[in-house]
């Protein structure tokens, strides 16, 4: 075995255990009230940068796809993901912008607004943090060590007790497959509250 995967390996089982004290309650509460407001109609918008982009983009299609089982589709969008308004904000506002607009322009007061940010500085997501506050947008946050600006900024964070990078945004994979386990669970004492999918679209 490789000194830099023993390496790796050490600093991802240091971080396991306090990982799991302050991400065990707290996931499986933001999965509930986050599949209560999905099938009430909700968004939820989910940003991020390099590799916190590509897991944003991963956890809203878990959330429109599927995890498991088949199940309605949820609504979920990656801020990150379309390309040409990413482009345009950041060319015509600045890369500041790119997320914040995106806000503004999709968010709805009651929505969810998910930043994943290893270092919790990135200044696009604070500026996404307050376009979402000011929205009425509840922002949650997942984020490295804290304290942090962008912890600071949300209603709720789960900071990832490492000061590894790389373990951070392991750990936050880790919680995004999580949470979508707790949303699926939460959905079936919900499902009356909306139309099964099986009827969506039908005419009568």
């Not at 707290?26 to 009230?33: D, I, Q, S």
């Not at 309605?72 to 990150?80: D, F, G, K, V």
């Not at 709805?108 to 000011?134: H, I, K, Q, W, Y």
Request: hydrophobic share 45%.
């Amino acid at each position: 075995m490789s000194s830099a995967l023993d390496s790796h390996l050490a600093g991802l089982a240091s971080a396991l255990v306090p990982y799991r004290q302050v991400a065990g309650d707290k996931l499986a509460r933001w999965g509930t009230e986050l599949a209560a407001l999905l099938v009430d109609g909700g968004r939820m918008l989910v940003a991020g940068n390099g590799g916190s982009a590509a897991e944003a983009q991963h956890l809203a299609a878990e959330l429109v796809g599927k995890l498991r089982e088949d199940r309605r589709p949820l609504s979920a969008i990656a801020l990150t993901a379309e390309t040409s308004s990413l482009t345009a904000i950041g060319n015509d506002y600045g890369f500041d912008e790119v997320f914040a607009r995106q806000v503004h322009a999709h968010g709805r007061p009651g929505d969810v607004l998910l930043l994943m940010s290893t270092s919790g500085r990135s200044t696009n997501l604070l500026a996404a943090a307050e376009a979402g506050a000011v929205a009425g947008l509840r922002v949650l946050a997942f984020t490295g060590q804290s304290p942090n600006p962008l912890a600071e900024l949300c209603s709720d964070v789960l900071a990832v007790p490492s000061p590894d990078p790389q373990v951070v945004q392991e750990l936050h994979l880790v919680s995004v497959h999580v949470l979508c386990e707790h949303i699926d669970m939460a959905l079936p004492s919900l499902s009356a509250r909306r139309p099964a999918l099986s009827s969506l679209g039908r005419s009568s």
